[in-house]
């Protein structure tokens, strides 16, 4: 538990903390009467608040290291990896995820729908940037500059040429999976804070291309009445059509998750966890360090780019200001939060810093307080993410044993 | 059978203006273990980093010939990878396994230059990927299996004891099926049981017919492992020849304990 030393700790911390806060809390200047209200009882309940929270963390970080120093392998497995081992679990969990996903347009309105459906998009995003910063160790400070070169591939063929949504598809992934390589040629060479530097100036030229180059992307005012995804040729309305989004996000989902589990497992997805862990040694083993790393910065871009055509797809009407580096810091959150190189710590991560802050529309101005505050207390408590990823292990030599 | 598998002639390297290596010949026969000895900072692993690709030598000629071939393969100026991928693997001064990967995927790590599936594979898993990957498998278990690791193989690499880190790394290399092996101080922190147990697996690796060339400090472990001995000293090579040979080389000895004033 909290020893005496820790509660006296905690009491100083807390007289700090009023100390600190005694100009916003207890003083209140009331500019008209010209008086001064000294609200005292505000800092009784400062430091008792203060105090509460101290002694909370500390119990948390006392649990943490006696589990830590007690058991190793207990950490590394947590609720859910546990329940996902067992099949019979697994499957429970799966079905019930499964029905809820494929019931939830119907259980709920079309505004909570379209909701999950960005949610759903952010979720192949993390995915894709998971690849690049989770597995290749590559951190990637650009990656809404895939995003938008998909969004505006749809946006543009789509009002120059007609081109529907499933022609463009593929054409915006590929198209961003080439810009990824392009942006990968100069930077083979860089790693950690220099890489972050030049693919956070590599996101920025792309919206900053997009917002001044007029004739091409027709700048601020962005382009609009972008046709939605196409059914068979059918007309939908405006409910379907939210629906028929959803529905196709959700298949994106599954696609993108077995996809990146597959590559993760394989020989490729070896060599990017290599390069992360040493890049040195992993050159020394036989393994080209420009053509992976190339890879992966394109296969991360394709995901990206099949998405942006979706958003464009989604919303029908895209401009510049979609594309913000406050997009990328959210992605790789996303990443960060739900525990780097897991695929459903990553699904998690996205569902909840995108829904969060939607649902949290309640407290309104204090919104972004609490999130920030929620990721402060994830990197205090869980830095390794949500869902930390463990590696496969292999069962079948046990029986050549 | 003395046919000679590494030839390393006139090798220079500078930095700015040191010569850390200074027109170096070194041969490795087939099958055979020679030692590079010398003085802290003589610039033996200097010349491992320049042979294998990591630094560019300033001049010289590195080949490689295969055995029973008279091909000889230059490989000066190849990546690291790409020597790797010719047949020399090499294990670090300070060990660079992978932490956060598993044994066995460290091992894995060391076929990825000897297999070939790529994005199309990994994603379908076609037969001839599978194929592969359980081949890859068996290999890497068989490797671990012969180098005690084989109840480690789902550890992670860092949670591993010293000594056991020390034969990944080499277990890591032997898994690029090199035609010489290069060990950089392999005996570097172990104890003394655990030196006596790695001196057993290099002659068994040596037994079965693996080229190797290391660098050791461990003078008890150098004249019991090789056959060849190369003395290195201010990136010069000062004296070779057998363990016996250079026990008695007065060169070696003032390299080493330095020489006596003149009385």
């Known amino acids: 538990m909290v020893s005496l030393k820790e509660l006296k700790k905690g009491f100083f911390t807390s007289l700090w903390f009023v100390f600190l806060t005694f100009p916003i809390v207890v003083i209140k200047v009331d500019p008209i009467e010209r008086t001064v209200m000294w609200r005292w009882q505000n800092a009784l309940y400062m430091a008792a608040g203060t105090f509460c929270v ?56 079309t505004y909570q729908t379209n909701v999950m459906t960005t949610a759903l998009m952010y979720v192949v995003l993390g995915l894709g940037l998971n690849i690049v910063v989770g597995l290749a160790g590559l951190l990637d400070l650009g990656f809404v500059a895939f995003y938008a070169v998909g969004a505006y591939s749809y946006a543009l063929l789509n009002l120059h040429f007609g081109l529907g949504f499933w022609t463009v598809l593929p054409i915006g992934g590929l198209l961003a999976a080439t810009f990824g390589i392009l942006l990968g040629f100069p930077v083979l060479r860089l790693r950690g804070d220099y890489l972050a530097i030049v693919t956070l100036g590599f996101g920025e030229i792309i919206r900053l291309i997009l917002e001044n180059w007029g004739e091409f992307s027709k700048g601020p005012s962005g382009i609009s009445n972008i046709s939605r995804p196409g059914f068979f040729g059918m007309g939908l309305n405006l409910e379907q059509s939210i629906h028929y989004t959803y529905y196709l996000m959700i298949l994106f989902v599954i696609v993108t998750i077995f996809v990146v589990n597959r590559l993760q497992d394989s020989r490729l ?133 | 059978m003395k046919q000679p598998i590494l030839n390393v002639t006139g090798l220079s ?57 008279s091909k000889k393969i230059s490989l000066k100026g190849l990546k690291p990878n790409q020597v790797t991928e010719k047949g020399l693997a090499r294990t670090f001064q300070n060990i660079r396994l992978f932490p956060k990967m598993t044994v066995l995927e460290n091992v894995l790590i060391g076929r990825h230059c000897r297999t070939k599936a790529f994005i199309f594979g990994a994603i379908f898993r076609t037969p001839a990927t599978r194929k592969e990957e359980k081949n890859s498998l068996e290999t890497s278990y068989f490797i671990l299996e012969k180098l005690g690791l084989a109840g ?112």
């Open chain 1, 54 to 109: 101290y002694l909370l963390v500390k119990y948390f970080q006392n649990r943490k290291e006696n589990q830590s120093s007690n058991e190793n392998k207990a950490q590394t497995s947590s609720l859910i990896h546990r329940a996902l081992q067992k099949p019979l679990q697994r499957n429970i969990l799966f079905g019930v995820v499964a029905t809820f996903a494929i019931l939830f347009p119907h259980l709920f309105s």
């Open chain 1, 269 to 401: 997805g070896r060599a990017w966890i290599a390069l992360r862990e040493d890049e040195i040694a992993c050159q020394a083993m036989g393994i080209d360090k420009r053509k992976t790393k190339l890879v992966a910065f394109s296969l991360g871009a394709f995901w990206a780019g099949i998405v942006g055509v979706m958003f464009a797809a989604k919303t029908t009407f895209i401009n510049p200001a979609s594309f913000t580096f406050l997009e990328s810091a959210i992605i790789l959150s996303i990443v960060v939060l739900g525990g780097m190189g897991s695929i459903i710590g990553v699904l998690l991560g996205a569902l909840i810093l995108i829904l969060m802050p939607e649902y949290l529309r309640a407290l309104s101005e204090y919104r972004m307080l609490a999130f920030g505050a929620i990721l402060v207390c994830m990197m205090v408590f869980r830095p390794q993410g949500l869902i930390s990823n463990i590696r496969r292990t292999y069962k079948f030599e046990k029986k050549t044993n």
């Open chain 2, 13 to 69: 390297m500078d930095f700015g203006g040191i010569r850390a290596l200074n027109s170096l010949d070194l041969d490795v026969n087939n099958g055979e273990i020679v030692a590079l000895i010398g003085p802290n900072g003589a610039g033996k692993t200097t010349f491992f980093n320049c042979i294998t690709g990591i630094y560019k030598p300033t001049a010289g000629d590195i080949f490689l010939t295969p055995p029973n071939s």
């Open chain 2, 152 to 263: 480690f193989a789902n550890e992670f690499a860092d949670n591993l004891p010293y000594g056991a880190q020390r034969r990944l790394e080499i277990a890591r290399a032997l898994a690029t099926e090199p035609l010489l092996l290069l060990l950089d101080e392999p005996a570097a922190g172990m104890n003394p049981q655990e030196t006596i147990e790695l001196d057993f697996l290099i002659k068994r690796i040596s037994g079965e017919g693996q080229a190797i060339l290391l660098i050791e400090h461990d003078m008890q472990l150098v004249m019991s492992l090789s056959d060849r001995i190369f003395v290195m000293d201010y990136g010069k090579k000062i004296a070779q020849g057998t363990p016996a040979e250079i026990r008695q080389n007065p060169a070696v000895i003032k390299a080493y304990l330095g020489e006596e004033v003149d009385a």
